[in-house]
């Protein structure tokens, strides 16, 4: 399994940004798969997932109403677009790809340590200046 994330950058705050998550090495028809970001300091969290069998993309509370997930199963790319961003963004962005639960249900770290069928890409820089 291979997840190579792009669309990081430098941008103002209010700007935009589109992040993209190559998939490669799995079936892109069943999966739960999505976005996590660790700033400077503090724990990595969950920010957004997008699930084969879950009708709801998951967003946490902080992104909610600004950034958009999505999928392209033709490409097998899943995308966050992020609008209206603020300094608070600022982060390494990590995509993340669950084939054990196949869920965006407690999508945080503290699900990851039950199963081992997790896969992480590289990571993304992401910095909002004020």
């Known amino acids: 399994v291979q997840l190579v994330e792009s669309g990081g950058g430098l941008v103002q705050a209010g700007g935009s940004l589109r992040l993209s998550c190559a998939a490669s090495?799995?079936?892109?028809?069943?999966?739960?798969i999505g976005w996590f970001r660790q700033a400077p300091g503090k724990e990595r969290e969950g920010v957004s997932c997008i699930s084969s069998s879950e009708v709801s993309a998951y967003y946490a509370d902080s992104v909610k109403g600004r950034f958009t997930i999505s999928s392209d199963n033709a490409k097998n790319t899943v995308y966050l677009q992020m609008n209206s961003l603020k300094p608070e963004d600022t982060a390494v962005y990590y995509c993340l790809v669950d084939l054990e639960f196949r869920t965006c249900r407690g999508w945080s770290v503290a699900r990851l340590r039950v199963g081992v069928r997790y896969y992480w890409g590289q990571g993304t820089q992401v910095t909002v200046s004020s």
């Open positions: 090495g799995f079936t892109f028809d069943d999966y739960a």
